[in-house]
Nanobody, 121 residues
Framework: QVQLVESGGGSVQAGGSQRLSCAVSGSIFRVGAMRWYRQAPGKQRELVASISSGGASSYVDSVKGRFTISRDNAKNTVYLQINTVKPEDTAVYYC???????????????WGQGTQVTVSS
């Protein structure tokens, strides 16, 4: 069974920084693309950043230049560095990963439980 566990959320003042982590554990053969989503109160969940297994990354326009996604393949962990945080970054942040449990199993999409980031002005 695969688990994604996020950490690093909390309260931060506007202009500060926050680093989120998401570790994949369990029966894993391969971890493919990993992504961070966020969901603000009353809004739909949105894709914030993604990174391929090879390290290619992409971002939604609203966070470009402030957010950095990275991964440690040896640890099956993805990170999201959030700099110059803004009140509109307040949301629950979720990690997502494409995972193969064995060499012959289908690719599954797995989600973490979410971590709250609250930005105060």
């Amino acid at each position: 069974q695969v688990q994604l566990v996020e950490s690093g959320g909390g309260s931060v003042q506007a202009g500060g920084s926050q680093r989120l982590s998401c570790a994949v554990s369990g029966s894993i053969f391969r971890v493919g693309a990993m992504r961070w989503y966020r969901q603000a109160p009353g809004k739909q969940r949105e894709l914030v950043a993604s990174i391929s297994s090879g390290g290619a990354s992409s971002y939604v326009d609203s966070v470009k230049g402030r957010f950095t996604i990275s991964r440690d393949n040896a640890k099956n962990t993805v990170y999201l560095q959030i700099n110059t945080v803004k009140p509109e970054d307040t949301a629950v942040y979720y990690c997502n990963a494409l995972i193969m449990a064995t060499a012959t199993s289908p690719v599954m999409t797995s989600w973490g439980q979410g971590t709250q980031v609250t930005v105060s002005s």
